[in-house]
């Protein structure tokens, strides 16, 4: 059985920075995509960013481009989410999400929740301002 694991979350003050990683086990898929999603209380869950094994691919909300960036560690089943200058409102659950279908590009987005098979339990990040 699969199973994800986000780690990393915490709290910070605005402008700092966390990383958050997503370790997956049991995954014997070799071409996959990778989400990080995240939801406020009250809120819808949305699209952060993804990333593609095969060719790197990768999506960005325009919220966070320029500030988070995703990186994938295949050999280690790891995919990770540098944060940076953070802000009071990237305040959330994180989540990370697996699927070997998906494909994700900065045109197809994170994709939507039912695309995705497996996910974490997610992590919470909270900035302070």
């Known amino acids: 059985e699969v199973h994800l694991v986000e780690s990393g979350g915490g709290l910070v003050q605005a402008g700092g920075s966390l990383r958050l990683t997503c370790k997956a086990s049991?995954?014997?898929?070799?071409?996959?995509?990778i989400g990080w999603f995240r939801q406020l209380p009250g809120k819808e869950r949305e699209g952060v960013s993804c990333?593609?094994?095969?060719?790197?691919?990768?999506y960005y909300a325009d919220s966070v481009k320029g500030r988070f960036t995703i990186s994938n560690d295949s050999a280690n089943k790891t995919v990770s989410l540098q944060m940076d200058s953070l802000k009071p409102e990237d305040t959330a659950i994180y989540y990370c999400a697996a699927d070997p279908y998906y494909y994700c590009t900065q045109t197809n987005g994170a994709g939507e929740l039912h695309e995705y098979e497996y996910w974490g339990p997610g992590t919470q990040v909270t900035v302070a301002s």
């Open positions: 990333i593609t094994s095969t060719d790197g691919s990768t």
């Open positions: 049991e995954f014997a898929f070799t071409d996959y995509a």
